[in-house]
């Protein structure tokens, strides 16, 4: 079945640095992909809509300059949290539609010290 | 936009009882429906999803119902069994190609 992959599965780093996440779909193409964030023990909230070349859709209350996303291929995007803040700190999960399901990467565990 | 609710925030029930998840949405346009469950720090795992031109769905003791007149549909866990235990979210989306919203979830525990 269709997969999608997530790198790195989990990262550290220290407040004001940046840190890149990348989602693939491994045997399909993904023209469009979702973007979640997670806080323990609460529910999934969509940050941003990506589609291949072109630009992302935030929802609102999302920095569109703080998480960047690119989607150059069809089986690539990426969302770089920049200057990150303890506050950042959350599970970044993927989403890819294939037909007519959403198939979800493994997440990325992120922690700002 | 859609506002996805979810009932209870908690369950418990003993093993081989049934378990019982309430949602409801706002967008009258929304059509798919789909359930996950979560185990801790693993990704959503679909485990049932419903059109809006069914009323019920099922799949083996697992099954969704929809009533689209009052925009709610449950999901029904039948004969529970350890394993069941996770989190489940209700979700809904005005089309198979569009954004879900997700309910808050549902931490379900089964006990043995």
């Known amino acids: 079945g269709a997969v999608v992959s997530q790198h790195p599965s989990w990262v550290i780093c220290k407040s004001g640095t940046s840190v890149k996440i990348e989602c693939r779909s491994l045997?399909?193409?993904?023209?469009?992909m979702f973007w979640y964030r997670q806080f323990p023990k609460q529910s999934l909230m969509l940050m941003a809509t990506?589609?291949?070349?072109?630009?992302?859709?935030?929802e609102q209350g999302v920095e569109k300059d703080k998480f960047l996303i690119n989607h150059a291929s069809l089986t690539l995007s990426t969302l770089t949290v920049t200057s990150a803040h303890p506050e950042d700190s959350s599970f970044y999960i993927c989403?890819?539609?294939?037909?007519?399901?959403?198939?979800f990467g493994p997440g990325t565990r992120l922690t700002v010290l | 936009g859609e506002n996805v609710e979810q009932h209870p925030s908690t369950l418990s029930v003993q093993e081989g009882d049934s378990a019982v998840i309430k949602c409801t949405y706002s967008?009258?346009?929304?059509?798919?429906f789909p359930w996950y469950k979560q185990e801790l720090g693993k990704r959503p795992q679909l485990i049932i999803d419903?059109?809006?031109?069914?009323g019920e769905k099922k799949d083996q003791r697992i099954a969704v119902t929809l009533n689209k007149t009052a925009k709610h549909f449950s999901l029904h866990i039948t004969e529970t069994q350890p394993e069941d235990s996770a989190v489940y979210f209700c979700?809904?989306?005005?089309?198979?190609?569009?954004?879900?919203?997700f309910g808050a979830g549902t931490t379900v525990t089964v006990r043995a």
């Open positions: 989403s890819a539609r294939v037909e007519g399901l959403r198939v």
């Open positions: 045997d399909f193409q993904a023209t469009t």
């Open positions: 990506s589609n291949e070349g072109s630009k992302a859709t935030y």
């Open positions: 967008d009258s346009a929304s059509n798919y």
């Open positions: 419903i059109r809006s031109n069914v």
């Open positions: 979700a809904a989306s005005i089309s198979n190609d569009y954004k879900l919203s």
